[in-house]
């Protein structure tokens, strides 16, 4: 595993310094499951933007929208 070296403000380092309470076996446990949150939030978020865009084309391109109803006409429901 890699090592980094970082710098947090008083507050931040005494919340890791809980970091038995939260039920993690030390600091960089804690801040490696912080870290791989804050990263499925920001896919999560790109997704979400992602699927917007889609719905917002879609919703603005008739031929889209024709051309969608086509290829599903017929599929089981």
Known sequence: MLQAKFSVEETQAKFLNNYKWYGFKDKSAMLRAAINHFKKEKEREHLKESAD???????EDENLREMTETAVNGWPE
């Open 53 to 59: 865009l889609y719905a917002e084309v879609y919703s």
